[in-house]
């Protein structure tokens, strides 16, 4: 199996299951207003698990959902990432709960800052050598991706840029791109894994737990409030269904009957997960949701690709020809090649343009691209030491002072006795709430401090 149909399947899998996840783990109160509140659904019975999914896994994932609801209502992405660590070492898994268990593992080991670990969870079949044309790369020019792609989005009416979803640094690319583009009159972010039911995220202007289940993610968090401050519309567009074909064209319908219909002449960005982007073939045996909106509006997407040439696990998973730029190409930050007035894409006829995001760099154990996220103003916290009295394994979020004790937090450090990490934050200047808690969601330690802005 390639590197693209491992996301792809990997991708369709954990949506399919998160997606479940959001429709059964709802939870029942909220510390905030209650008109910010979606009401609680009711969860489905065992019956109604996606059908895409086999039953051992649909038995699986199940059992998971039950486990988890508790802690899922709670924000306590730390509990769930244990109880996922416990499951993947029950003797006699099935190969396709196996599978789904580490998916959901690498998907949440993202909600808990650990980047790598999601990496290794993802990681698909070793890189397969292909032929390609060394010479034309080397005469190819390399320019900063933000600025190349708001220059070929002037003219155009939708942007659709993709990400893996475990992936937190293609929501910072897309944060980086959003100014850009609200510059250009794009007003509308349409996002994936918005949920209907908090019709209050447009006037509160950030994300809680019940926005979404990706948006639980911090670098996705941030995103959003990136968008909301520069006065971009969030839009929902998920649409539940039991098969792909019935997805793939609910997406695009909302995007139409949500935006489009009000505002035929609306300028539109499409955050996506990896494949509904493209623009041929077809996704699960439908087609993609970029194919289905085009069909509906006549309107053709910019459609911006960042899972083909991005850093894996490690460099034996990485597409060759992404090794080659990585060696001849000194950028640090996501770039595109151009020849003439064209952008290079790796997948022609299926996305317009491909965004190659160069391996991190760190500084105090954080990946670069989180320090350059929303114009490069993050400054370090280290956490102390006593953060985390008597737990051998503890994750500290960072909130805002003035949202709610339900937002989704800034930035989060999973800080485990057994495998030390950083205790760095990278966080915006401003007021902050340091919180410490375990897997139990026990509150450790609870403290106010202050970023102020520097050089």
């Known amino acids: 199996m390639n590197l693209r149909d491992a996301l792809a399947r990997t991708a369709m899998l954990t949506a399919l299951s998160l997606t479940w996840s959001c429709a059964t783990s709802r939870p029942s109160a909220s510390p905030g207003p209650a008109s910010a509140t979606p009401q609680a659904t009711a969860a489905p019975s065992a019956t109604t698990a996606p059908a895409a999914l086999s039953d051992p896994v649909s038995s699986a994932l199940r059992d998971f959902q039950n486990e988890s609801t508790p802690m899922l209502q709670a924000g306590n992405y730390l509990g769930v990432v244990e109880l996922l660590e416990r499951k993947r070492k029950e003797p006699g898994l099935d190969a396709d709960v196996r599978d789904l268990l580490q998916q959901l593992a690498g998907t949440y080991a993202s909600f808990v800052g650990q980047y790598q670990e999601a990496l290794e969870d993802f990681a698909p079949a070793k890189a397969q050598p292909i032929a390609f044309d060394t010479a034309a790369f080397n005469h190819m020019a390399n320019e900063d991706a933000v600025d190349a792609i708001a220059a070929l989005a002037a003219g155009r009416q939708a942007v659709f840029v993709n990400e893996a979803h475990h992936m937190p640094r293609h929501r910072a690319f897309t944060a980086n791109l959003l100014p850009k583009l609200r510059a250009l ?35 996705f968090g941030e995103m959003l409030r990136i968008a909301l401050q520069l006065g971009f519309k969030l839009v ?24 489009l219909e009000a505002d035929p002449k609306a300028k539109i960005v499409v955050h996506a997960g990896v494949d509904h982007i493209n623009e041929s073939g077809t996704l699960g045996g439908a087609k993609p949701m970029a194919v289905r909106f085009r069909e509906l509006t006549g ?10 040439m991005t850093e894996q696990a490690d460099t034996t998973y990485e597409d060759y020809r992404y090794r080659f730029l990585m060696k001849h190409v000194r950028r640090q930050t996501p770039f595109v090649l151009k020849t003439g007035d064209s952008l290079w894409t790796a997948r022609p006829g299926v996305h317009d343009v491909t965004v190659i995001s160069p391996r991190a760099v760190h500084r105090g154990g954080r990946p670069n691209w989180i320090w350059t996220m929303g114009g490069g103003v993050r400054r370090a916290y280290i956490a102390s030491d006593e953060a985390c009295p008597g737990a051998l394994d503890c994750v500290i979020s960072a909130r805002r002072v003035a949202e709610r004790d339900d937002a989704v937090p800034v930035d989060i450090l ?15 200047p401003g ?25």
């Open 185 to 219: 009159g794009f007003s509308y972010l349409a996002v994936e894994t918005l949920d209907e039911r908090d019709t209050a995220l447009n006037s509160r202007g950030y994300p809680v737990h019940e926005t979404g289940v990706y948006s639980n993610e911090p670098v």
């Open 236 to 259: 929902p567009y998920e649409a539940a269904s039991p098969t792909a074909d019935g997805r793939e064209q609910g997406e695009a319908r909302h995007i139409v009957e949500r935006i």
């Open 299 to 308: 309107i053709d997407p910019l459609t911006v690709d960042q899972t083909t």
């Open 414 to 428: 999973r800080v485990q006795f057994s495998a030390p990490g950083s205790k760095t934050f990278a966080l915006p």
């Open 431 to 455: 007021q902050y709430v340091i919180e410490a808690r375990d897997g139990n969601g026990v509150a450790l330690s609870r403290q106010t401090i202050t970023v102020a802005p520097g050089r």
